[in-house]
């Protein structure tokens, strides 16, 4: 029997531990796959490069250090940000809705809800980032260019560099976090409305829960095949609507074998990419789970 379940809150700790650790043993996995074409390139280049042979190397040693960390520290960051925030969210905005059936199958998603709380949330994220990230990148630019120019000229022009500065600044930390508004409200809805419209014929999202408390439950294990399956079918869908565009800048240049082509690899490279990523992301948290827990729900 399918029940409506809104998720009122997420326990920030084990969610930001699983979500970090994911992070991290997906960058030691991205870390060893580059490791290997770095070596497979070493071990082609002739004995003249002996160089470059040595730089590879130490590449190769540094991405196997700093993929993992990075992946880690980052996503304890903003894993940490994204429950912090939805917790804070859902008595003003509601939170996410999911029809659950027999507590097993995720067979429906109701658009408005997922849309609102995701955009909000994002929009929120994106907001605090460009406090930081736009005033960087406005002295950046400004730095580079005064290097263009001669020192008299960069003098008189400090002022008019200034102000379109921080009219720079102005835009960014405004605009882009508008931007994510409305372009995560869109895909989500769209996405949402495909899984609702997919789960029927394919199957939904299947996931066993542990009760920990009144209302409070423990993912205990995702099924991947099924949460890859659909996930990667839902992004494949969604990633060649939004490819639609490109085709048409193809055939209007007169290059229609070019589109064509760029679409058919594009969706199939989406489809493939997803379907292994979302699997492997489902194993490494079931295995995960027995070592440092499982993301803790709230649902009502």
Do not use: C, H
Not at 1 to 6: A, R
Not at 76 to 102: C, E, M, Q, W
Not at 111 to 139: C, D, G, K, R, W
Request: no cysteine; net charge neutral; charged share 10%.
């Amino acid at each position: 029997m399918e029940e409506l379940k809104e998720i009122k809150s997420v326990a920030i700790v084990p969610y930001t531990l699983m979500s970090s650790s994911i992070s991290a043993v997906l960058g030691l996995i991205y870390a060893l796959i580059l490791v290997l074409i770095l070596g497979v390139v070493a071990v082609i280049l002739p004995s003249e490069a002996s160089i470059i042979t040595s730089i590879l190397m130490t590449l190769s040693i540094a991405l196997i250090i700093i993929l993992p960390v990075g992946g880690f520290l980052i996503s304890i960051l903003s894993s940490f940000l994204t429950a912090f925030i939805y917790n804070l969210l859902v008595p003003r905005i509601g939170g996410i809705k999911v029809g659950i059936l027999d507590m097993e199958e995720i067979i429906s998603i109701p658009v408005i809800p997922a849309s609102l709380m995701l955009s909000v949330l994002y929009t929120i994220i994106t907001f605090l980032i460009m406090l930081i990230v736009a005033p960087i990148m406005v002295l950046a630019l400004q730095g580079a260019a005064l290097a263009t120019i001669s020192t008299s000229t960069a003098v008189a022009g400090v002022g008019g560099l200034g102000a379109l500065g921080v009219l720079g600044i102005i835009i960014m930390i405004i605009g882009v976090p508008i931007v994510m508004l409305i372009s995560t409200f869109i895909s989500t809805a769209i996405m949402t409305l495909l899984y609702n419209f997919l789960t029927p014929r394919m199957g939904g999202i299947k996931l066993k829960f542990d009760s920990i408390g009144e209302n409070s439950f423990e993912i205990k294990k995702i099924a991947p095949i099924p949460v890859a399956l659909i996930g990667a079918v839902v992004l494949t869908i969604v990633n060649f609507i939004f490819s639609l565009p490109s085709l048409v800048i193809y055939f209007a240049s007169s290059n229609p074998w070019g589109g064509i082509g760029y679409l058919l690899g594009n969706t199939l490279g989406t489809l493939v990419f997803t379907f292994i990523i979302y699997a492997i992301m489902a194993l490494i948290y079931n295995y995960l789970r027995k070592v440092v827990g499982g993301v803790e729900l709230e649902l009502e």
